[in-house]
């Protein structure tokens, strides 16, 4: 096998485990987004729910309180009565704080989860960026075409990327940009000797 084919099948091999990724990154972001249409299905079916069950106890509060037989100023000054107006009044602001603290959490989450799906815009776009680059690369070397030098802003991609990648990209991609350049010099050598030579 030539330098040039071992070229060509080292970014062939490149360019197949990039593809893989983002099949299966693409996979996940299906996946999630099925998981958040169930979960929204499910929130309307709770919400649905709730809302039946706010109607019904409303119409039970109608039915469950009857005044007491003792006088309404009597009923103030009981203690007994005081004690349940204190307790349920305590009750009521430890529900209003539950409430604050969920609304509170809630917003939280959907802040972490907006910020986790344009992360994972953002990767898959770079992802899709370096395939590309990569694709591009290894079309160039089957007609034989040798990178010049390996982009920096390339580089950075790749190691930016580097702990989704199941092999060392950033390596592997140096190595094959190296060796490209190596290549190069030696054919650069050979046509400069038999030059001098002719000569």
Same mark, same amino acid.
């Given at each position: 096998m030539s330098k040039m084919e071992e070229l060509v099948h080292e970014i062939s091999f490149t360019v197949e485990k990039l +593809? !893989? #990724?983002i099949t299966e990154e693409k996979e996940k972001i299906k996946q999630f987004n099925e998981n958040r249409k169930r &979960?929204?299905?499910e929130?309307?079916?709770? *919400?649905?729910?709730? %809302?039946q069950?706010?109607?019904d106890i409303e119409q039970l509060q109608q039915t469950f309180f009857r005044e007491s037989q003792q006088s309404r100023s009597l009923s103030t000054a009981n203690d007994l009565v005081e *004690? #349940? =107006? $204190? +307790?349920l009044t305590k009750a009521v602001d430890d529900?209003? &704080?539950a409430g604050e603290k969920m609304r509170t959490e809630r917003l939280r989450v959907l802040n972490e989860f907006r910020e986790k799906i344009n992360e994972y815009e953002q990767i898959l776009q770079k992802n899709?960026?370096? =395939? $590309?680059?990569? %694709? *591009?690369?290894r079309e160039n070397a089957e007609n034989n075409r040798d990178l010049i030098a390996f982009p920096g802003i390339i580089q950075n991609l790749a190691? !930016? =990327?580097s702990h989704f990648y199941k092999i060392d990209l950033t390596g592997t991609l140096e190595n094959i940009a190296e060796n490209a350049e190596n290549a190069a010099e030696t054919k650069d050598m050979e046509i400069k000797e038999k030059n001098t030579a002719v000569f």
């Open positions: +593809t !893989s #990724r &979960a929204l299905e929130y309307d079916r709770i *919400k649905l729910n709730n %809302e069950l706010k109607m *004690k #349940r =107006l $204190q +307790t529900i209003r &704080a899709d960026i370096l =395939l $590309q680059f990569v %694709e *591009k690369w190691h !930016s =990327l």
